[in-house]
């Protein structure tokens, strides 16, 4: 009986983290995703497209803010299917996908773009808000994997 006891304990604080985990990265990306649709983040994010070789050529088709809008609904996107697929379980591939492909080109621009490297006191340092990123690309794998339940 206790190692019942000890199993459910287990169990349910892995579903505790899972969910926090969800939506914690739903509401990261929800609230990014709205935030994308501002000139303020469409400037931000300018030279990190610019400079990458899979979205360099963005510019010369729309405007920086389409881009960013463009970026912005994908994110919100994802951030949706992750919040559903706690009601329809179906929808956690597409949002896992989702997730790997945004987070691994967004930790992409750690490589791509000039200047985001820093030495300060001897330490190399980045943007690090893009670093929350490795979290949100092993949670997706995590979904992934997880999807066959």
Do not use: C
Request: hydrophobic share 55%; charged share 15%; no cysteine.
């Amino acid at each position: 009986m206790n190692g019942t006891t000890e199993l459910s304990k287990k169990l349910s604080t892995y579903t505790l983290g899972y969910y926090i985990s969800l939506f914690g990265a739903a509401i990261i990306l929800l609230w990014i995703g709205i935030f994308k649709f501002t000139p303020t983040e469409a400037a931000g994010i300018k030279n990190l497209v610019e400079n990458h070789f899979l979205t360099f050529f963005v510019y010369n088709m729309v405007s920086v803010q389409a881009v960013s809008n463009a970026i912005g609904a994908i994110e919100i996107i994802i951030a949706l299917l992750l919040i559903f697929s706690v009601k329809f379980a179906f929808l956690r591939r597409y949002a896992a996908i989702g997730m790997i492909v945004t987070f691994l080109t967004t930790l992409s621009y750690l490589f791509t773009t000039p200047g985001i490297w820093k030495v300060v006191d001897g330490i190399p340092i980045t943007d690090f808000f893009i670093l929350k990123d490795l979290m949100l690309l092993g949670f997706g794998l995590m979904i992934l994997q997880n999807d066959k339940k």
